[in-house]
């Protein structure tokens, strides 16, 4: 009995890391249990999805993908370099379990992505632990993963994208990263099992000089770690973000003195393998990026640091001034001359607006929903990171949302900053803190970004809940009686505090998650796939793309991986312009067959309306909702509302023999400017005009229960006429 307890004693964190990997995978697969065939979440996971399938059936990825892009690529683009690592590593899983068990493809398209899920917090394990030196704080940061509920959209079952592997790719080449640049001793009695946890070990047992193996070790991990972005950059454009933070972290390292040779072969083997095996496998990157251009700058400092050193070319006390001064004076040289020269200048604000819109920036891509910058960020973390939700839910008081995960992220940034100042001034405190701010800025200028930010935080939180518990602990173990037993339930009903609400916060937002390919949709593109010609052109808004490929089989001219200026603009002005013989050209210039309208373009038609004028003036259709109604004799007053405006309809009912009808039929509009009247309202197919002085060139359309506002200048665009007047005065 007393082997068990001192084998259980040992290794615990084994039984419970399975426990939280458990957990994870639970929550991660929550959403699909909700799906059937062929459902998966949102829309861009249909086109790994189609390619996974196209692969199982033919061997390899199309070369020409005839179903997408119509018109701008003859034959359809070649899916063999369009992020394949992504599509593989969910057809390896099919591969591995389909001989044994018979599984689909559809099964994995569905748990594929929970599994990867799982993987991140297996592996966040191992970088707390790395990082910190203590198993504690990687349990901790796997428990904090596991259900923070920022990240569970992207890597939940359904989600078959680019973050569950890339998420995995990115923790595994932080972790050879850090082991790359930290500081270590050489043990040389090192057995054959702590060779086998650790290959590189097996250094230790050669005849090398404890320094050469040092630097050896140093390399190979700084390798290993460009390996692993280099697969990253393979599966998700988000590697520019982490090459983005390994250069503000080594630049922010060198202006604090923290140089020396091994963190110089870290960052050098690690950036030299990711640009010659990145320039084998993916698209050639541009050298003129931030994420590159702050690399490079470390490279090059790191370099003159060296040379300063090893060539005494100024006295040794002035050697830590050395990187901070020429950094000063190039962040001067490059802000006078971007004032004289105007490229410069403008490339330079280019890229300090990417790095506050780092996926939106642009007319096109500022369109898209996920990419938005992260309005009120701060006051959403609780819910995003935090346990807002199970607050809610279990009607608890308010302070306990100071158990929230982000609140103890943001002390141990103290605590780190404390530590690194007046303690140990570790690089790992640099690179955590570096880690945290630079994802969390990117995380505010893109809502998508979210997703990566929870690995920081994760790490962070469970810093702060390590140490304060220790912290708690130490200062309380002198106590006399039971009161030291008391202050560790303490402790522990405060860690259960936290852990219980942030599972069930992780919970809530699990099971809130789902498709959003509705009975409506499907069966739409059920029918279209079953009564229209196999080669039909399908005209529709970019964000449906890949529906209209994989369920529908359809051909298209954009989707959610290609929407560039042509022909995407094109087709925003035919949906948003007054129809003319401009329309008619467009339509038989790209053969188009079908014309998709849906009530899913009222809400985007700003967007629309934004590409079609590249920026210059954006039109949008709001829809207010139904609040009251009045009745004064034969007249009755309809009040609408959106926000703090309100459209007022008004009309008198009329009955004439066996007719009853509306008659003196108005429409108003109220805001805390004023009200007026609004030129036209529209009824199913009629437009009425309202003769009343002063009117505000628009319509009001009636629709059940909801007014939909449409300005003057789109009032006879096409998508008005297709979708409200159902194509009236079209024929």
Known sequence: MENVYNFLKKHYWVFCLIFILL????????????????????????????????????????????????????????????????????????????????????????????????????????????????????????????????????????????????????????????????????????????????????????????????????????????????????????????????????????????????????????????????????????????????????????????????????????????????????????????????????????????????????????????????????????????????????????????????????????????????????????????????MMQLAIGAIRLSFIFAFPVALTAAYCLYRGSEFVIRRTKNLRGEKFNYMKVVVGVSLGLVLVTGYTSGWLMASNIGTSLDDSWYNSLIWLRDNTAEDAVVLEWWDYGWWFHYVGKKITLVDGGYHDQVPTQDIAKFYTEPISNRSLNFLKHYNITYVMVSPDLIPKFGAMSKIANWGAKVDVLPTFTLTNNYQEGSKTLLEYSLGGEKILFAYNIVQEANYTGMANITAMIKSGMGQAYISHVGIGNQVIPVEKPNSIDGMAYMAGNAVVFIPGPVRECMFVRLYLFDAAGLE
């Open 23 to 438: 957990v994870a995978f639970y929550l991660r697969g929550i959403p699909g249990t909700k799906l059937t065939y062929p459902q998966l979440q949102a829309i861009d996971p249909y086109f790994f999805f189609r390619m996974g399938e196209y692969y199982i059936e033919n061997g390899q990825f199309p070369e020409n993908d005839y179903l997408a892009r119509w018109g701008t690529y003859p034959g359809g683009p070649d899916r063999t370099g369009d992020f394949p690592l992504t599509t593989l590593s969910y057809l390896v899983l099919y591969y591995t379990l389909n001989p044994f068990t018979g599984i689909d493809w559809y099964f994995i398209g569905v748990w594929g992505p929970a599994f990867f899920g799982m993987l991140q917090v297996l592996f966040i394990y191992f970088l707390g632990k790395e990082l910190f030196n203590k198993k504690e704080v990687g349990l901790l940061a796997a428990a904090s993963l596991a259900f923070v509920p920022g990240i569970l959209y992207r890597v939940s079952a359904g989600f078959i994208e680019k973050e569950p592997i890339g998420g995995v790719l990115m923790v595994i080449g932080l972790i050879f990263f850090v082991k790359a640049f930290k500081e270590k001793t050489i043990e040389k009695n090192v057995t054959l099992g702590y060779i086998i946890r650790h290959p590189l070990a097996i250094l230790h047992k050669t005849n090398l000089e404890e320094e050469r193996i040092k630097t050896l070790k140093t390399v190979l991990y700084g390798f290993l770690a460009g390996v692993f972005l280099v697969l990253m950059a393979n599966t998700t454009s988000q590697v520019r973000l982490v090459w983005l933070m390994i250069g503000a972290f080594v630049m922010i390292s060198l202006l604090l003195n923290k140089y020396s040779k091994r963190f110089m072969f870290a960052h050098l083997s690690a950036i030299i393998s990711y640009f010659v095996l990145s320039y084998a496998t993916v698209k050639p990157m541009s050298m003129m990026d931030v994420d590159m251009i702050v690399n490079f700058a470390a490279v090059f400092f790191f370099i003159l640091r060296y040379a300063v050193e090893k060539y005494n070319l100024i006295k040794k006390e002035y050697i830590p001034m050395v990187v901070p001064g020429i950094f000063i004076f190039f962040v001067f040289a490059v802000l006078i001359f971007s004032y004289i020269n105007i490229d410069t200048g403008i490339w330079l604000s280019n890229n300090m607006a990417r790095i506050s819109n780092p996926i939106s920036y642009g007319v096109i891509s500022s369109t898209v929903a996920e990419s938005q910058t992260a309005g009120g960020f701060m006051a959403s973390t609780i819910s995003s990171f935090g346990n807002q939700n199970a607050i809610g839910y279990f009607g608890l008081p308010d302070f306990f949302i100071y158990f929230s995960l982000i609140y103890f992220s943001f002390v141990a940034i103290i605590v780190m900053i404390y530590e690194f100042l007046f303690r140990e001034r570790k690089l790992e405190f640099i690179f955590v803190i570096v880690f945290f701010f630079i």
